[in-house]
């Protein structure tokens, strides 16, 4: 069974800063891809990042130049700069194995004054 746990959400005011992590219960490098998704309300499930076996990454134009996705053995990681209102959202962190997906709980962000 493969776990999926995401932290690092909270409260930032705009233009702040915010790191999620994503822990694996399997090694991040055994995934085909790992991404990272928001939704906010009344809106569908979009993908801000995501980042594959081979390590090239993809970004959604609305983060280019403000968000990073990085991995290492344990975990999936999206750091995020320059953080705007329209960013609050539930992220949620997506591993692709074996043509199965697995998704987190989520962790709500919030980018408010």
């Known amino acids: 069974q493969v776990q999926l746990v995401e932290s690092g959400g909270g409260l930032v005011q705009p233009g702040g800063s915010l790191k999620l992590s994503c822990a694996a219960s399997r090694s991040i490098y055994s995934f085909d891809a790992m991404g990272w998704y928001r939704q906010a309300p009344g809106k569908q499930r979009e993908l801000v990042a995501d980042?594959?076996?081979?390590?090239s990454a993809n970004y959604a134009d609305f983060v280019k130049g403000r968000f990073t996705i990085s991995r290492d053995n344990g975990a999936v990681y999206l750091q995020m700069n320059s953080l705007k209102p329209e960013d609050t959202s539930v992220y949620y962190c997506?591993?692709?194995?074996?043509?199965?997906?697995?998704w987190g709980q989520g962790t709500q962000v919030t980018v408010s004054s």
């Open positions: 997506n591993g692709l194995l074996f043509s199965q997906s697995y």
């Open positions: 980042i594959r076996r081979s390590s």
